[in-house]
C-alpha cells in the first residue's frame, strides 16, 4: 500500500485512536509487513520504556497541606501595591480630576472670536489670487478652451 499510517503507529499501539482510525490502522497492518513489523518495534520500545521509568513516590498529603497553608499565610500578609493607602489615594484623586475634566470639557477656550477678523484672514490668503486676476480669468478662459476641444471625444465616449 502507497499511503502508511506513520504517525498513528505509536496512538494505535498506546489504544489512543478512535474506532474508525483503529480500523483503519487494522486493516492497514494485516496487508503490509513493513509498518507490522514498526507497529511492534514501538510496542516493544513502549514497554521498555515503561519498565525503565521508575514509580512515584507516594504523595504525603499531610506535608503538602502544611507547605500549602504556609505560602496562603505568606501571601495574606502580603497585599498588593493598590491596598495600600497612599498608592489608593493617589489613584482615587486622579480618577476625580479627569472626571472634572471629562465633565467640564478641558482647560476653557477663548470663545469670543469675532467672524470679521476670520474672514479677513480668508481674504489675506487669496489677495495674492486677486491681484493677479487678469492671469486667472485667461487660465480659466484656456481651460473652457480645452473643454470646447475635447468635446468630439467626450460625446463619442459617452455614446458608445
Given at each position: 500500500?502507497?499511503?502508511?499510517?506513520?504517525?498513528?503507529?505509536?496512538?494505535?499501539?498506546?489504544?489512543?485512536?478512535?474506532?474508525?482510525?483503529?480500523?483503519?490502522?487494522?486493516?492497514?497492518?494485516?496487508?503490509?509487513?513493513?509498518?507490522?513489523?514498526?507497529?511492534?518495534?514501538?510496542?516493544?520500545?513502549l514497554e521498555n520504556?515503561?519498565?525503565?521509568?521508575?514509580?512515584?513516590?507516594?504523595?504525603?498529603?499531610?506535608?503538602?497541606?502544611?507547605?500549602?497553608?504556609?505560602?496562603?499565610?505568606?501571601?495574606?500578609?502580603?497585599?498588593?501595591?493598590?491596598?495600600?493607602?497612599?498608592?489608593?489615594?493617589?489613584?482615587?484623586?486622579?480618577?476625580?480630576?479627569?472626571?472634572?475634566?471629562?465633565?467640564?470639557?478641558?482647560?476653557?477656550?477663548?470663545?469670543?472670536?469675532?467672524?470679521?477678523?476670520?474672514?479677513?484672514?480668508?481674504?489675506?490668503?487669496?489677495?495674492?489670487?486677486?491681484?493677479?486676476?487678469?492671469?486667472?480669468?485667461?487660465?480659466?478662459?484656456?481651460?473652457?478652451?480645452?473643454?470646447?476641444?475635447?468635446?468630439?471625444?467626450?460625446?463619442?465616449?459617452?455614446?458608445?
Amino acid at each position: 500500500m502507497a499511503n502508511h499510517p506513520d504517525s498513528d503507529l505509536v496512538p494505535y499501539v498506546r489504544g489512543e485512536l478512535a474506532p474508525a482510525d483503529r480500523e483503519r490502522v487494522a486493516r492497514h497492518l494485516e496487508d503490509c509487513p513493513e509498518c507490522r513489523e514498526d507497529a511492534t518495534a514501538v510496542r516493544a520500545l513502549l514497554e521498555n520504556l515503561a519498565r525503565s521509568v521508575p514509580a512515584p513516590p507516594p504523595i504525603h498529603w499531610g506535608r503538602w497541606r502544611a507547605e500549602l497553608r504556609a505560602r496562603l499565610d505568606g501571601r495574606r500578609g502580603r497585599h498588593a501595591w493598590w491596598w495600600r493607602p497612599v498608592p489608593l489615594a493617589l489613584s482615587a484623586s486622579l480618577a476625580g480630576v479627569l472626571l472634572v475634566l471629562a465633565i467640564l470639557g478641558g482647560p476653557p477656550r477663548p470663545t469670543g472670536s469675532d467672524p470679521a477678523s476670520v474672514e479677513e484672514v480668508l481674504l489675506g490668503r487669496r489677495l495674492e489670487l486677486l491681484r493677479q486676476l487678469s492671469l486667472v480669468e485667461r487660465l480659466d478662459l484656456l481651460e473652457d478652451l480645452d473643454i470646447i476641444g475635447q468635446l468630439d471625444r467626450l460625446t463619442a465616449t459617452s455614446e458608445g
